[in-house]
């Protein structure tokens, strides 16, 4: 079954979050191109986005995102496509890649 017209949403991590609140618990998402987005969701981009991130925080968070922003340079820690999994996870919906 497929769920159409459900609202307009932001687009962070909470407007994620938002959208799959309303979402029925035996739900089903399909991530099509996964692939795809994990390569343009790796840690070029997360670095990129936490430097965005970085120019509107509150300043006791600019150390806490330096350091994220050093430790993807390495190619390591968390992806923007790692947080999107974990809050499926963490929201119960069940995501299929594909």
Avoid at 7 to 14: A, E, L
Avoid at 21 to 36: E, G, R
Avoid at 80 to 87: A, G, M, R
């Amino acid at each position: 079954r497929s769920i159409s017209n459900i609202g307009v949403f932001g687009k962070n991590f909470s407007a994620l979050r938002d959208v799959l609140s309303i979402l029925p618990t035996d739900a089903v998402v399909i991530w099509t191109n996964s692939k795809l987005s994990l390569k343009r969701s790796g840690h070029s981009e997360t670095i990129k986005l936490l430097l965005r991130t970085q120019q509107n925080c509150h300043p006791s968070w600019v150390e806490m995102i330096n350091n994220e922003i050093q430790i993807a340079q390495c190619n390591m820690g968390e992806t923007i496509f790692d947080v999107v999994v974990k809050i499926f996870v963490e929201e119960a919906i069940m995501l299929r890649l594909e």
